[in-house]
T-cell receptor
Framework: DAKTTQPPSMDCAEGRAANLPCNHS???????VYWYRQIHSQGPQYIIH???NNETNEMASLIITEDRKSSTLILPHATLRDTAVYYC??????????????FGAGTRLTVKP | DTAVSQTPKYLVTQMGNDKSIKCEQN?????MYWYKQDSKKFLKIMFS???????INETVPNRFSPKSPDKAHLNLHINSLELGDSAVYFC????????????FGSGTQLSVL
């Protein structure tokens, strides 16, 4: 029961912005959008999450559409070390709700010199 | 200091053997998890523990038994190993059972021959 749809792969030139899309048309009002990435042979790494407002941190920006049915993760200046599989996940964040983080197939981003 | 550490990194064993994977986190988090990543790279949750108490137990064979001696440790014991158990196993932790941000270990690659 995949809640998100992502392209299987994308390329990006080094130094350019990488824009990774995610569709989550069935998202509920209390579900957050999370992004993780997994660099080869490493464990997944948290990047960012948001509910409806755009978010920015030291790693990336998250743009969520007004209807919340899709979002875009932006890596402003991609480097070769950003080559990884990027996962978009929607879930409820609630201290009383033991929902787990469920990973889909993700997008394999390749940053090229 | 490694935040979430798991040992061993590689484990090669014969079918039918019993093996354990250890996980420790020094982040002071309340919740710990085990995930399995199969050969197709899908990452699936197996278990989660909150303050030593089991809160998520997905459909996992009962040959897999997690043990949490304290909230900083979550070990995974596997009895009667089968070929299909070959995978990379990731331990993770989060500050609360809401799991809003997971911190993953670097994984244990299990190969059953």
């Amino acid at each position: 029961d995949a809640k998100t749809t992502q392209p299987p792969s994308m390329d990006c030139a080094e130094g350019r912005a990488a824009n990774l899309p995610c569709n989550h048309s069935t998202i509920s009002g209390n579900e957050y959008v999370y992004w993780y990435r997994q660099i080869h042979s490493q464990g997944p790494q948290y990047i960012i999450h948001g509910l409806k407002n755009n978010e920015t941190n030291e790693m990336a920006s998250l743009i969520i559409t007004e209807d919340r049915k899709s979002s875009t993760l932006i890596l402003p200046h991609a480097t070769l070390r950003d080559t990884a599989v990027y996962y978009c996940i929607v879930r409820v964040t609630n201290l009383d709700n033991n929902n787990d983080m469920r990973f889909g197939a993700g997008t394999r981003l390749t940053v090229k010199p | 200091d490694t935040a979430v550490s798991q040992t061993p990194k590689y484990l090669v064993t014969q079918m039918g053997n019993d093996k354990s994977i250890k996980c420790e986190q020094n982040l002071g988090h309340d919740t710990m998890y085990w995930y399995k990543q199969d050969s197709k790279k899908f990452l699936k949750i197996m278990f989660s523990y909150n303050n030593k108490e089991l809160i998520i137990n997905e459909t996992v064979p009962n040959r897999f038994s997690p043990k949490s001696p304290d909230k900083a440790h979550l070990n995974l014991h596997i009895n009667s190993l089968e070929l299909g158990d070959s995978a990379v196993y990731f331990c993770a932790s989060s500050p609360t059972s809401g799991g809003e941000k997971l911190f993953f270990g670097s994984g244990t690659q299990l190969s059953v021959l």
